[in-house]
């Protein structure tokens, strides 16, 4: 196995037609072991289909030392993660990848037995955080539990280790650019300690939504052997399905393969993270169940995958065909631009629209699935029919809708042409993105003490209330301070936290269709983008950096706060001894000092005017 055969180098700009980017080193052959159990479909990944979810006296002993064990909290992220982890569907990994591991699959996309792996599965904290779950804990062993407090897994904590996060974003990324998804998580959300240990599943994540579609591989599994299906080809999606998306996947089942078996669907869509911006998932499932009415009885089936995707283009697609052999399928569909992140900085994709489909095509037999690669769909108008772009008839004219026209559509309140989705699936989403006239939407002040935020804010506040169109909150900053955070302090954990709950506030404010106006000092970028954030999946987000400068913030100094802070009687103030990250592309920036109140308001007004969110 020491012999590398082939070894694919990244490349600074992918096309269509070059090599892919992906860093794998490629072996003979798929390392694995028979089954340890009898399951219907292909062989899992690996060989075995990993359970880690404890039964009878074991289950009952961990919930019982748990009680007693320090805990920690799961993000989103690292709950789809487990669930995975836990299910089988990371199968072979039993594990958060430990240090070697993750060293093997960041440097050439392999475990460390050289099986193909292209994605690090990890458990990433703040260094301080792991110090204390470790501190006076002899047995290392820690609670993993969900947001309600439910024990998922208990872990041993066997190693530690602070990782390169540049190290990882180049290798497995491609780029360092926050502009990809998938670094802008490493790089202003992961902590920066890695663990690792074995795992011990208490029970699988919590799912209080659509129970009858959610499905572990084994159950998948049950129920292809239930409807006798052999051959099953895996449909991965992050969007809302219209009528070309229907198409693709129906071409895909009537594939023939010349020994008579039909080709039936898994429509496999992700619900558990996908990219900021996209449609949310509540919306996208009953969309998914609206679509499946019109495929023939009994070639479809829809099952939700509880995955965190990283947006990693051709990294990625290895990963997502590894998750689908080990659900059941045999096939799996690859169309243009699988799990792209969208453009760079300089306006070019992260990846080639079929980077995706070339590398997983080159490792097919060792992944042991089928790929099935496909075309972009587009519309012929004159045969009233999709084409996939490269087989349309000569001379014919097409027609398409991005996903930014569709949005548009749905902003202006503009007609959804009956070719491009089903009426149901149009009403679906209009009812989940309302026209802007009547969408909540957030007004985010930030900027130093003093420059002038909780008055423009007033006055905004006042003039939304005589506007009339919807209700407003106002979240001044030292009004939350006192009544929704009086117990933190000024630490910058403590400050990223207000400004946290301040948006948490907003974004139900906003997805109830309101109008919120908050005024904190918001000092930190990281904390204002996970409000952006938070806000935007529900409605409209309007930052206004009041760029007033520190000297006249100082010269105003009605609370004699910069004095004191000049004087050393008050330390950590912001603009003195902690920074203010200026904001790069706030939608507005005024200056208090040249503009008056009344102007200021006028200028915030014209903006939400010409957005469409005021008439």
């Given at each position: 196995?020491?012999?590398?055969l082939s070894l694919?180098r ?5 096309t269509a037609?070059?090599?892919s980017?992906?860093?794998i080193?490629?072996l003979?052959s798929?390392i694995c072991t ?10 899992p990944?690996?060989?075995e289909?990993?359970d880690l ?9 961990i ?9 920690y ?7 789809c993660?487990i669930e995975?982890?836990l299910?089988?569907?990371f199968?072979p990994?039993?594990q958060?990848?430990?240090k070697?591991t993750?060293?093997?699959v960041?440097?050439k996309?392999?475990?460390?037995d050289?099986?193909l792996?292209t994605m ?5 904290l ?7 779950l470790l ?5 290392k062993e820690?609670?993993l539990?969900?947001e309600e407090g439910?024990l998922i ?12 996060k540049?190290?990882?974003?180049n290798h497995v990324f491609g780029?360092t ?9 490493l790089?202003k959300?992961?902590g ?5 240990g ?8 919590v799912?209080?939504d659509y ?8 159950q998948?599994?049950?129920?292809l ?23 693709l996947?129906v071409?895909?089942?009537e594939?023939n ?7 039936h669907?898994?429509?496999?869509p992700v619900?558990?993270m996908t990219?900021?911006g996209?449609v949310?998932?509540?919306?996208r499932v ?5 679509i ?20 990693g283009?051709p990294r ?8 689908r ?8 569909i690859v169309?243009r631009d ?5 453009d760079?900085s ?6 080639g ?9 080159k490792?097919?037999k ?6 099935r690669?496909f ?7 004159k ?11 000569a001379g014919?004219k097409t ?9 548009e559509l749905?902003?202006?309140?503009g007609?959804?042409p009956?070719w491009f989705?089903?009426p149901?699936?149009a009403?679906i ?5 309302p026209?802007?006239?009547?969408s909540?939407?957030?007004?985010f002040?930030t900027?130093?003490?003093?420059a002038?935020?909780?008055t423009?804010a007033?006055?905004?506040?006042v003039?939304l209330?005589a506007?009339?169109?919807r ?9 939350v301070r006192?009544?929704l955070?009086?117990?933190l302090?000024?630490s ?5 936290l207000?400004?946290?709950?301040i948006?948490?506030?907003a974004s139900e404010i ?7 106006v ?6 930190y970028e990281?904390?204002?983008s ?8 529900y409605g ?5 950096h009041v ?5 006249v913030?100082?010269?105003r100094d009605?609370k004699?706060?910069?004095?004191k802070?000049?004087s050393?009687?008050?330390k ?13 592309k706030?939608e507005?920036?005024?200056d208090?000092?040249e503009?008056s109140?009344?102007d200021?308001?006028?200028t915030i007004?014209?903006?939400l005017?010409k ?5």
């Amino acid at each position: 196995r020491s012999k590398l055969l082939s070894l694919v180098r990244p490349l600074s700009h992918p096309t269509a037609t070059s090599p892919s980017r992906l860093f794998i080193h490629s072996l003979p052959s798929c390392i694995c072991t028979m089954p340890s159990e009898t399951l219907y479909g292909p062989t899992p990944y690996g060989g075995e289909l990993v359970d880690l979810i404890l039964q009878g006296e074991e289950l009952a002993k961990i919930k019982a030392r748990s009680v007693y064990l320090p805990s920690y909290t799961l993000t989103h992220r690292q709950l789809c993660d487990i669930e995975l982890l836990l299910n089988g569907g990371f199968s072979p990994l039993r594990q958060f990848m430990n240090k070697e591991t993750y060293d093997s699959v960041v440097e050439k996309s392999r475990l460390t037995d050289g099986t193909l792996w292209t994605m690090p599965i990890t458990l990433d904290l703040p260094k301080a955080k792991v110090a204390a779950l470790l501190h006076n804990n002899e047995s290392k062993e820690v609670a993993l539990r969900d947001e309600e407090g439910s024990l998922i897994a208990l872990m041993r904590v066997d190693e530690q280790w602070e990782f390169d996060k540049e190290k990882e974003a180049n290798h497995v990324f491609g780029t360092t650019e926050l502009l990809h998804p998938g670094v802008e998580y490493l790089f202003k959300e992961a902590g920066d300690t890695l663990i690792a240990g074995p795992l011990y599943g208490a029970q699988l994540p919590v799912h209080y939504d659509y129970q009858d579609i959610r499905f572990t591989p084994r159950q998948v599994r049950a129920e292809l052997e239930s409807r006798k299906w052999k051959k099953v080809i895996g449909f991965q999606t992050r969007n809302p399905m219209h009528r070309a998306h229907r198409e693709l996947t129906v071409r895909a089942t009537e594939l023939n393969e010349g020994d008579g078996e039909q080709v039936h669907l898994l429509l496999h869509p992700v619900v558990g993270m996908t990219k900021p911006g996209d449609v949310d998932y509540h919306t996208r499932v009953k969309c998914y169940k609206s679509i499946m009415a019109t495929y023939p009885k009994d070639t479809a089936m829809l099952s939700l995958n509880p995955l965190a995707m990283r947006m990693g283009g051709p990294r990625e697609v290895i990963w997502h065909a590894i998750i689908r052999r080990n659900y059941g399928c045999t096939h799996f569909i690859v169309g243009r631009d699988h799990a792209g992140p969208g453009d760079n900085s300089a306006g070019k994709p992260f990846y080639g629209p079929y980077e995706a489909q070339e590398i997983a095509l080159k490792h097919e037999k060792e992944l042991g699935i089928h790929i099935r690669p496909f075309q972009m769909m587009v519309y012929v108008e004159k045969q009233d029919k999709y084409y996939p772009i490269d087989q349309v008839p000569a001379g014919e004219k097409t027609a398409n809708i991005s996903g930014t026209k569709l949005r548009e559509l749905l902003r202006t309140g503009g007609e959804i042409p009956s070719w491009f989705t089903y009426p149901e699936v149009a009403n679906i989403l209009r009812q989940s993105y309302p026209p802007r006239p009547v969408s909540g939407f957030t007004v985010f002040f930030t900027g130093l003490s003093g420059a002038g935020k909780s008055t423009v804010a007033n006055a905004l506040y006042v003039s939304l209330l005589a506007e009339g169109s919807r209700q407003v909150t106002l979240l001044d900053g030292d009004v939350v301070r006192q009544n929704l955070s009086s117990e933190l302090g000024f630490s910058k954990e403590h400050r990223d936290l207000n400004v946290r709950r301040i948006g948490y506030v907003a974004s139900e404010i906003t997805k109830c269709r309101g109008a919120a106006v908050c005024a904190p000092i918001a000092p930190y970028e990281a904390s204002r983008s996970a409000v952006r954030k938070m806000i935007e999946q529900y409605g409209g987000y309007i930052e206004v950096h009041v760029s007033t400068s520190l000297a006249v913030c100082e010269q105003r100094d009605k609370k004699g706060l910069y004095a004191k802070a000049r004087s050393g009687q008050l330390k950590g103030f912001t603009g003195i001894d902690d920074p203010y990250e200026v904001p790069v592309k706030p939608e507005i920036r005024i200056d208090t000092a040249e503009v008056s109140v009344k102007d200021a308001v006028v200028t915030i007004l014209n903006h939400l005017r010409k957005e469409g969110f005021l008439a």
